[in-house]
């Protein structure tokens, strides 16, 4: 099943598709009916209204995750194009502050102290059953299921230090979304799907997510060896290559571009740039 996040004027909408139409689940979340064991229930999509539009606004599939990591160099391509020494033996994972997340349509927004916004199409896994010491072979059990991120980075501050936390989480960056699609609809790990990522309509980044060195269920594995993972934790799981900053000469993202990353089977994310002063400037705007 598919699944949309809105915000109205007095909370938040749960919109599911019923294979023809948006329908409402009211306020309830993604998160709560995980924990209920209803993300695949038909019977509540059938007899739900269907959804008006009318004064919602889009929201990223989980709003506000406990977690959300993002892992580095997890294509071998784009591994070789970035400024490191071979193919990584362990995932660079780093983490995202929810404060970062954007919905799609929402801007992205390029910072004034940068012009070196870059766009990264990458799998966003969401979790779905709670673990710690998971073991690989039970690791895709705790997936609910998957969405599209474009873990848009400012380059200059990612390399500034020797990691890259604040690079990568400029306020109005982390697009996440349009919707959460269960893991039943996709192939299990999300494995054999096609990612590209397109700026103003010209591919900038095609792969397979086959391509991952290490898989959907590797990293769950790995990174509940250090933390437990939660249900509507999220796992952002890399770019292939074609970045910006690696190309000659570079390309960034400016004011005016629109970003696009589409997954197979998953749906196609697509933001707007927008400089930092001009977006103020808009919002005080009568
Ligand atoms: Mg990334």
């Not at 796992?235 to 005016?256: E, Q």
Request: aromatic residues 8%; glycine residues 10%.
């Amino acid at each position: 099943m598919r699944y949309r996040n809105f915000r109205r004027s007095d909370g938040q909408t749960l919109a599911a598709h019923d294979g023809s139409v948006w329908k409402d689940l009211g306020d309830t979340s993604l998160v709560a009916l995980i924990k209920e064991g209803r993300i695949s229930d038909r019977s509540l999509v059938d007899s739900a209204p269907e959804l008006d539009m009318t004064g919602l606004r889009l929201l990223p599939p989980v709003s506000v995750p406990g977690k959300v990591i993002c892992v580095g160099l997890n294509y071998v391509d784009h591994a070789k194009e970035s400024p490191y020494e071979g193919i990584p033996k362990y995932p660079a994972f780093f983490p995202r502050f929810s404060s970062s997340l954007i919905a799609d349509g929402d801007p992205i927004i390029r910072p004034f102290i940068s012009e070196e916004l870059d766009f990264e199409g990458e799998l966003a896994v969401i979790i779905g059953k709670p673990g710690r010491h998971i073991a690989e072979k039970d690791a895709l059990d705790h997936v609910a299921g998957y969405s599209v991120f474009n873990d848009a980075s400012i380059r200059n501050y990612q390399f500034l230090g020797v990691q890259w936390t604040p690079g990568k989480n400029f306020d109005d960056t982390g697009a996440f979304g349009p919707e959460f699609v269960s893991a039943d609809e996709v192939p299990a790990g999300a494995k054999g799907l096609k990612l590209e990522t397109r700026l103003n309509g010209k591919v900038v980044q095609s792969a397979n997510t086959d391509d991952m060195i290490f898989p959907v269920d590797r990293l769950i594995a790995l990174a509940s060896t250090f933390t437990t993972l939660q249900v509507g934790d999220v796992i952002v799981a890399g770019t292939p290559a074609g970045v910006g900053f690696a190309r000659k000469p570079p390309l960034f993202m400016k004011d005016g571009d629109v970003v696009e990353v589409e997954i197979e089977k998953i749906g196609t994310l697509t933001n707007p740039v927008r400089d930092e002063i001009k977006a103020s400037k808009r919002a005080l705007a009568p």
